[in-house]
Nanobody
Framework: VQLQASGGGLVQAGGSLRLSCAASERTFSSYAINWFRQAPGKEREFVAAISRSARSTYYEDSVKDRFTISRDNAKNTVYLHMDSLKPEDTAVYYC???????????????????WGKGTQVTVSS
């Protein structure tokens, strides 16, 4: 599956952005999807996960209550809605996919099978 992240940009602290991850695969609903991010000079880190059916979601603690992951399988797209953005959210954001055989399983680690190119998010103070 090919993934393409988009929607990044420059926003002031406290603002919002919605990232999209579009997939080429018709069987998109078979994949659990994660968002990761990597800030300059830092390791890539997990941000959010969603199961293939959207029944389950999981967030990294620092984004919980500010970010919302969702998906529209009819549009082969996963979204990451980001509110109350902080300068420390500045990073390149990536989406990644892994085949899943469960409607509720998600995968927190980086052991994903497919990765998209990232989209830059910059939050100014």
């Amino acid at each position: 599956v090919q993934l393409q992240a988009s929607g990044g940009g420059l926003v002031q602290a406290g603002g919002s952005l919605r990232l999209s991850c579009a997939a080429s695969e018709r069987t998109f609903s078979s994949y659990a999807i994660n968002w990761f991010r990597q800030a300059p000079g830092k390791e890539r880190e997990f941000v959010a996960a969603i199961s293939r059916s959207a029944r389950s979601t999981y967030y990294e603690d620092s984004v919980k209550d500010r970010f919302t992951i969702s998906r529209d399988n009819a549009k082969n797209t996963v979204y990451l809605h980001m509110d109350s953005l902080k300068p420390e959210d500045t990073a390149v954001y990536y989406c990644a996919a892994r085949v899943s055989f469960s409607d509720t399983d998600y995968y927190v680690g980086g052991d994903m099978e497919y990765w998209g190119k990232g989209t830059q998010v910059t939050v100014s103070s």
